[in-house]
């Protein structure tokens, strides 16, 4: 079953829309949950929840890609319980992923101004798009899917020291693009 379809068994209210969904994204939904949580049994419950989520939100929301946009709420779902489980001590995957892009991406303290934080995502994805394909999708698996350094250099045919210095490279490429664009870093 096309993607499409899926949408319109849930606009339909057909419950037959989650067992597909299941079925197609399900082991997606998981691997972003374990990427962020490493934790099989967080994952399946995210997998759980993700499927809520999608119950809830669709309709009225129609999404175009509807494969990343269940990863999308995905991550979400595991960085919420990654949140909740490490509010008492800091550290973990995503810590680890956020503090590799600080130098690339500005910082804020206190209340974010949603118009910069818009321009921002603009210029990110503006950025993406100007990248070689493979360069894009390394940088996307890595700090949105939260795969490994040695996972993306198995993936890409290259060890893991020369996958961490391209990261490195593409960090401070964005960096340089982001203060081009007029965003203080």
Do not use: C
Not at 116 to 128: D, N, Q, V
Not at 167 to 182: A, P, T
């Amino acid at each position: 079953m096309d993607d499409r379809e899926i949408t319109d068994l849930f606009f339909a209210r057909d419950e037959a829309a989650l067992s597909e969904t299941a079925s197609k994204y399900g082991a997606l939904s998981r691997r972003v949950a374990m990427n962020v949580l490493g934790d099989r049994e967080d994952a399946e419950e995210v997998e759980s929840d993700t499927l809520h989520a999608l119950w809830q939100k669709i309709p009225p929301e129609r999404p175009v890609h509807f494969a990343g946009y269940t990863a999308r709420i995905a991550r979400n779902i595991a960085v919420g319980r990654f949140r909740q489980k490490t509010s008492a001590s800091r550290g973990g995957a995503e810590e680890l992923l956020l503090s590799e892009l600080e130098d690339a991406i500005p910082s804020r303290d206190g209340v974010e101004d949603l118009a910069e934080a818009a321009f921002t995502s603009e210029s990110i994805e503006k950025w993406l798009d100007g990248l070689r394909t493979e360069d894009a999708a390394i940088f996307v698996r890595r700090y949105w899917y939260g795969d490994s350094v040695k996972e993306l250099a198995a993936r890409f045919g290259m060890n893991a020291s020369q996958m961490a210095g391209r990261l490195f490279r593409l960090r401070k490429n964005l960096g340089k693009y982001l203060e081009r664009n007029g965003i203080l870093l």
